[in-house]
């Protein structure tokens, strides 16, 4: 086993060159901190373009469907009545006198964001009964990124998906497919 030199060395040497790495290190995670920051922060613009794509043209598909939507809101609050802590926040939502359908926009959708928006759903259900609201509650997914597992899995969930197709969103609903209602 080889030795280390000590030759030259002093206690004062071997605390300032501690000291210096311990520079290093606090300087390297406040370094990571915000990247992390700066990724989440690009994160949050991606979805909002995403967001932005979706909004503009998706009343017009589903009133083609129709279900004569006259409101559309986005960025929407859900808070807890007694508490005001957020219980839910709604990407997109389009309203009639008979329906509310809920839209969660991702930038690439997974199984995990079907889920969470079916959890959701059930919040806008409590919440609209709470209300004596008896309109009927559907929710959809709009994505640009989307495997066939997810539209199936989506699609299973009685969700309706949209998909980014060129520069329009287009509604994919398969055949035989039953919206969900809450």
């Known amino acids: 086993m080889s030795e ?20 290093i290190v606090k300087e390297n995670a406040r370094q990571m901190k915000e990247t992390y920051r700066k990724l989440g922060e690009l994160g949050n613009r991606f979805g909002e373009l995403a967001e932005h ?9 589903f009133n083609a469907l129709g279900f004569h939507f006259s409101d559309v809101s986005h960025d929407i609050e859900i808070n807890d009545p007694q508490t005001r802590q957020p219980l839910a926040e709604i990407d997109i939502m389009l309203e009639n006198g008979d329906i509310v359908v809920a839209v969660e926009v991702k930038s690439k959708l997974k199984n995990q964001d079907v889920d969470k928006h079916l959890t959701l759903m059930e919040v806008l259900r409590r919440r609209a009964d709470r209300r004596g609201d008896k309109r009927k509650y559907r929710g959809a997914m709009a994505t640009a990124i989307l495997t066939h597992e997810a ?13 980014q197709s060129g ?7 398969p055949e035989g497919f039953v919206a969900r209602e809450w």
């Open 53 to 61: 794509l979706v909004v503009p043209g998706i009343m017009d598909k």
């Open 151 to 163: 539209r199936s899995y989506a699609h299973k969930a009685g969700l309706y998906v949209l998909e």
């Open 4 to 23: 280390l030199p000590t030759e030259g060395l002093t206690f004062e040497k071997v605390w300032a060159s501690i000291q210096e790495t311990d520079q």
């Open 167 to 173: 520069d329009t969103m287009k509604l994919d609903i």
